[in-house]
């Protein structure tokens, strides 16, 4: 009988095995009896092809591996949203303690957005591990998404007790990965058209990547459904780190993507965490194969990354949502300069981008977490936390009063807002994992930096002043 089997590696055709073999056979065997048990790597084409020696229970022990391994095999090749629904069920039903399936809503057609959780436990709490995603099929025409990251949830499930760096980084996050967010538009749309925009949109007809509401200017496209599920599942869940994959050039994209009045007109528009912005998506182009290069499909982008309204102005994109309104980090990744092209290229584009999907995800893991509590001890959900000098944009504690920012390297200050009380306090930044920094709201004078103010708690200065002083630093951002 076989004692355990499990996956070791996968490539295009072939299906690589560890099976660790205890064969218990009578006397009449023509296989010879292994003892001690012995670890044999087993390459074979999933084909329907057995030796002729392989009869009885040993030709069923054999086809049953073979069929095992049929399960998980994923082959370069496009899936329809029914086989990568089924690829998902059978990960979550052979991972059930490392993955967890869930859908976040439906489509106009009434499909499930699917997403896999990937970590172990995914659906337990632990103690200040982050929470990333990643999107892929955003634009139902921009497939490579979808395939690369029905590769990427295969490489961590079965790299998990094999590669000691992906296994320490599931253990200490959960990564969820939806696949489509446009399954609608997928199938409305063409293999090989490379530059048109059949099956773009929803089945509404709308750009789900223009229909977030935005922060500089009015967007008046009714919300869909695609996109109130992945609002309320991005407000429902911390998320700290995010990308959306998209496909039509080779290149990152960062915040801001707009700003106010832009009418079409191209030019940088720095957010508060420009330089954390730059760094992440340097760390994505420099660990794929040749994004960095920055000279691809017609396109000239230094170190294969670009700031999105320097690129091109857009009203209700998903990445300013994110970072504006519920405090994720997110860039667009641009991995492909054909939107649909030929299966047979899909192991190239696999290859390329394997890397820098594990490493950019990894950067979860840098700047400073913690925890707020009150004077009892208790935590503080929802409370509302800024970085000193980058107060435009905010972020929340969770439900269990966790908090994390991705910083570089440097010294900070963090403000804890809980009505109108302020509390800050002083942290520095190094390479490596992410500074801890636990904090009390409502502490005494001594305990903070700045709450105390000629005999008065900074909380109590007058908000009017406070507001007219906002309003001015964000008139000097915009408009200088």
């Keep these: ?66 069929i095992w391994s049929c399960v998980l095999c994923l082959d370069f090749n496009y899936h329809d949203n029914e086989s990568l629904e089924n690829f998902l069920r059978n990960m979550s039903q052979l991972y059930p303690n490392l993955t967890k399936l869930y859908s976040i809503g439906k489509t106009v057609e009434n499909k499930d957005l699917w997403v896999l959780a990937i970590g172990r436990n995914p659906d337990t709490h632990q103690p200040l591990r982050p929470h990333v995603k990643y999107i892929g099929n955003m634009h139902g025409n921009e497939v490579v998404s979808r395939e690369v990251l029905l590769h990427l949830i295969d490489h961590y499930v079965t790299s998990y007790g094999n590669n000691d760096t992906i296994t320490y980084f599931l253990n200490n996050t959960v990564v969820h990965i939806m696949p489509s967010m446009n399954p609608d538009g997928f199938n409305n749309s063409d293999i090989g058209d ?45 998320f700290v ?81 994110n970072y504006i309104q519920a405090g994720c980090m997110e860039v667009t990744l641009e991995i492909s300069c054909c939107k649909y092209p030929a299966p047979q290229t899909l192991p190239g584009f696999w290859n390329d981008n394997k890397q820098a999907l594990v490493d950019f995800l990894m950067r979860v893991h840098s700047g400073v977490k913690g925890i707020i509590y009150d004077q009892d001890g208790k935590v503080v959900p929802s409370a509302t936390l800024k970085i000193k000098g980058r107060e435009l944009v905010s972020f929340r504690s969770s439900k269990y009063g966790e908090y994390w920012r991705i910083l570089l ?69 915009f408009f200088n």
Excluded at 17 to 34: A, G, N, Q, R
Excluded at 225 to 232: G, K, Q
Excluded at 448 to 457: E, P
Aim: aromatic share 12%; glycine share 8%; with cysteine.
């Design 1 to 66: 009988m076989i004692r355990h089997h499990g996956v070791q590696d996968s490539c295009f055709g072939v299906r690589t095995l560890t099976l660790h073999l205890h064969l218990c056979l009578d006397k009449f065997s023509t296989i010879i009896l292994l003892e001690p048990p012995v670890h044999e790597i087993l390459n074979f084409i999933l084909v329907s092809y057995f030796p002729t020696k392989l009869k009885g229970k040993m030709r069923a022990v054999f086809l049953g591996v073979l």
């Design 241 to 321: 780190l995010s990308a959306n994959l998209h496909g039509g050039t080779l290149v990152v994209n960062y915040p801001f993507d707009n700003y106010p009045n832009a009418n079409g007109i191209t030019k940088y528009v720095t957010s508060p965490d420009d330089d954390v912005f730059v760094s992440l998506s340097k760390t994505y182009s420099y660990k794929h194969n040749n994004m960095f290069y920055g000279n691809h499909c017609g396109d000239v982008f230094p170190d294969g990354i670009t700031n999105g309204a320097l690129w091109y102005p857009v009203t209700g994109g998903m990445q300013d949502w």
């Design 194 to 238: 490379c530059f048109g925009v059949k099956g773009r949109g929803n089945k509404n007809g709308y750009d789900l990547n223009r229909n977030f509401p935005d922060y500089f200017a009015v967007n008046t496209a009714p919300t869909q459904p695609e996109t109130s599920a992945v609002m309320n599942w991005t407000l429902q869940i911390p």
């Design 409 to 477: 390297p440097g010294t900070y200050t963090l403000q804890v807002f809980n009505g109108i009380n302020v509390t800050e306090r002083s942290f520095d930044v190094h390479n490596g994992q992410a500074t801890r920094l636990d904090i009390r709201s409502w502490t005494a004078a001594s305990d903070s930096t700045a709450m105390h103010q000629g005999g008065l708690l900074l909380g109590y200065i007058p908000i009017l002043p406070v507001l007219l002083i906002t309003c001015y630093q964000m008139k000097l951002f």
